[in-house]
């Protein structure tokens, strides 16, 4: 908002205020100054802003549920920058790297690789899975109205959409049926994740533990295959970390369209939107989510508290290498072990990272949506729709938290940014880009 137009909002304010001093407000020693009058009814900006955490400015529900989701995603800006380095330099202290000096850690972790491993390594997975709770999206809209939120409320979901414990489901046109679960008589007819017991020999896209007809990474002290079996086939077992076909036996968690419509009670059942559909939510919600319309300030709250409320599941790992000739077995067991702890903090900043990107995706509506709904409260008040002190409070206190707002996310985007890209540059040493 321009200087000018913020000193015409003040000078309304400064009008208005004197209106309430003839309603009741004399100290009754003659007509006070704007700054007494503003003193004796409670009309002066609080002393902390957005930037020292307080949202309570204007007296406005929606505005100043606008100012609480600034701080709260700043908060959740923090939070994720500051995981991910401590995650970074978790994995420096595992390499003897100096904590905070990533360019120190990435040359140090490719040391340390290098010496053990020929070729380096590979790493699989699932993408991390992000889910956002269509309840919690409309309790902070309702929160942001000053409202309840209607029984039959839901949010529109672009993805994946899982249905609450023991509710019907009903998918309809726009998405297909999905069950997550045991498969039923373990043959499953979609897709695989965790063991594929393997009793005549297939391919494995995963972790082979038995025989391998091709080439196989790593190998047990028994000289059984317990790494990548490329070229060849595998019998035996097939850890699957990311989901997969399994020719054989599924005794890990298998998704898939049941016949009949209907899942198992023990079944996890989502609808899975079809192409750029969006589909009615009541659960969790894993894609985009799109709140029901309400006001630009109410609208803003809502999508950032969803992004900041989002949960990411780290995934799991899939690593698979080739020793180098000479290795010996201590040598080999302490690669091994420091690789299991190593997983975990890779597991961690992928969780983290996907999270950044929605929280990033929110920031940068936030701000852009943040001088068009101060705007339109201050059109609103001043057609009536709020009460005369919380009009002035409005026009008065809140467009320089309105500014100060638009300051804070930048400078939050601008943070998470930079985070990714320190995570994506280490990581880049075992393969794994943005």
């Known amino acids: 908002m321009n200087r000018k137009l913020s000193g015409i909002y ?14 009741g407000c004399d100290d009754k020693s003659g007509l006070p100054g704007v700054d007494e009058i503003r003193k004796q009814c409670g ?4 002393d902390k802003g957005v930037a020292d955490g307080n949202a309570s400015i204007s007296g406005s529900a929606s ?30 202290a595992s390499v003897g790297a100096k904590a905070g000096d990533n360019a120190d850690i990435k040359a140090k972790l490719k040391a340390k690789i290098d010496a053990s491993v020929q070729g380096g390594v590979k790493i699989t997975y699932a993408p991390p899975k992000c889910t956002v709770s269509a309840k919690a999206t409309l309790q902070a809209q309702a929160s942001c109205k000053g409202e309840v939120v209607p029984p039959d409320a839901s949010v529109k979901c672009e993805g994946s959409c899982t249905a609450d414990a023991g509710v019907k489901v009903d998918c309809g046109a726009s998405a297909t049926l999905k069950c997550t679960g045991t498969a039923p008589s373990l043959s ?17 896209e995963g972790t082979c533990n038995g025989t391998c007809t091709g080439t196989c990474t790593v190998k047990d002290a028994s000289g059984n295959c317990a790494g990548s079996c490329t070229g060849g086939t595998c019998q035996g077992t097939c850890k699957l970390e990311a989901a997969g076909s399994c020719s054989g036996s599924c005794k890990g968690e298998c998704t898939y369209t049941p016949p009949d419509g209907k899942c198992d ?45 989002a949960e990411c599941t780290p995934p799991s790992l899939n690593v698979t290498y080739q020793l180098k000739a000479g290795v010996n077995a201590d040598a080999s067991a302490q690669f091994s072990a420091w690789l299991e702890g190593f997983k975990g903090h890779v597991s961690a900043i992928l969780a983290f990272k996907a999270k950044l990107d929605g929280v990033v995706t929110a920031g940068t509506s936030l701000g852009a949506d943040a001088e068009t709904a101060i705007k339109a409260s201050i059109t609103a008040s001043a057609q009536g729709k709020t009460d005369l002190k919380t009009t002035i409070l409005l026009v008065q206190c809140a467009p320089p938290q309105v500014e100060a707002s638009i300051n804070i996310v930048g400078d939050a985007v601008a943070d998470l940014t930079a985070s990714g890209k320190a995570a994506v540059d280490v990581l880049g040493t075992v393969g794994i880009g943005s």
Do not use: M, W, Y
């Open 265 to 309: 009670a023990s079944a996890q059942a989502h609808c899975d939107a079809k192409a750029n559909a969006q589909i009615d939510c009541k659960g969790s919600c894993s894609g985009s989510v799109t709140p029901p319309s309400a006001s630009a300030e109410c609208d803003a709250s809502a999508k950032a508290d969803a992004s900041v409320s």
């Open 43 to 46: 009309l002066e900006c609080p």
């Open 10 to 23: 003040f000078l309304s304010a400064a009008a208005l205020a004197v209106g309430i001093f003839g309603a």
């Open 63 to 92: 505005i100043d549920g606008f100012f609480a989701s600034v701080v709260r995603f700043r908060g959740s800006a923090e939070a994720i920058t500051s995981g991910i380095q401590a995650e970074l330099d978790a994995i420096g």
């Open 188 to 204: 499953c007819q979609g897709e695989c994740k965790g063991e594929c017991e393997l009793k005549t020999a297939a391919t494995c």
